[in-house]
T-cell receptor, first 111, second 112 residues
Framework: LAKTTQPISMDSYEGQEVNITCSHNNIATNDYITWYQQFPSQGPRFIIQGYKTKVTNEVASLFIPADRKSSTLSLPRVSLSDTAVYYCLVAHSGGYQKVTFGTGTKLQVIP | NAGVTQTPKFQVLKTGQSMTLQCAQDMNHNSMYWYRQDPGMGLRLIYYSASEGTTDKGEVPNGYNVSRLNKREFSLRLESAAPSQTSVYFC???????????FGEGSWLTVV
């Protein structure tokens, strides 16, 4: 399982775009990149997943460069309700595996 | 669709007592996980069951045991609770691979 590295914390003002970058230098050919969001007192929930280039859904965008050694989660125009911990995971496309979450990035949105 | 169900939601134990946290999923998932999360910290993997009939240690297995009772159920047992095991415990499941991981609502455990 590829090891991931992401900033411990970030602050942002409401209405700004927030970009959280994750490094995964040892990513394998069949690995996918997935981001999860965790609000206080809740379990993490899926936000977005991608393999390469750009993926967008109603919540966020995920940018993955050609070498796939990093990825950037982009949250457009954040609000106070986006205050949460964001985790980056790398997982094989198939098989069953050990899944560790790491420390994640704590995003604090400021009014 | 209930998803991942954990019981109990809250529990207070005395040091040395034992207890079992129950987890069940109704999504026919192959893999199940137990994590703990201390205040202000990330999730740490205790044990996991990649598929029915198998269990393996995670990052912090000491003081815990698990049982994959069947494909639906994965329980976590504290044989002799210690104050250091005060934490929030999350059970999770997934079909496997890159599929979405679903979490339960958490179990708040305090050991006094």
């Amino acid at each position: 399982l590829a090891k991931t590295t992401q900033p411990i914390s970030m602050d942002s003002y409401e209405g700004q775009e927030v970009n959280i970058t994750c490094s995964h230098n040892n990513i394998a050919t069949n690995d996918y990149i997935t981001w999860y969001q965790q609000f206080p007192s809740q379990g993490p929930r899926f936000i977005i997943q991608g393999y390469k280039t750009k993926v967008t859904n109603e919540v966020a965008s995920l940018f993955i460069p050609a070498d796939r050694k990093s990825s950037t989660l982009s949250l457009p125009r954040v609000s106070l309700s986006d205050t949460a911990v964001y985790y980056c995971l790398v997982a094989h496309s198939g098989g069953y595996q050990k899944v560790t979450f790491g420390t994640g990035t704590k995003l604090q949105v400021i009014p | 669709n209930a998803g991942v169900t954990q019981t109990p939601k809250f529990q207070v134990l005395k040091t040395g007592q034992s207890m079992t946290l129950q987890c069940a999923q109704d999504m026919n998932h192959n893999s199940m996980y137990w994590y703990r999360q201390d205040p202000g910290m990330g999730l740490r993997l205790i044990y996991y069951s990649a598929s029915e009939g198998t269990t393996d240690k995670g990052e912090v297995p000491n003081g815990y045991n698990v049982s994959r009772l069947n494909k639906r159920e994965f329980s976590l047992r504290l044989e002799s609770a210690a104050p250091s095991q005060t934490s929030v415990y999350f059970c999770a499941s997934t079909r496997g691979g890159r599929n979405t991981i679903y979490f339960g609502e958490g179990s708040w455990l305090t050991v006094v």
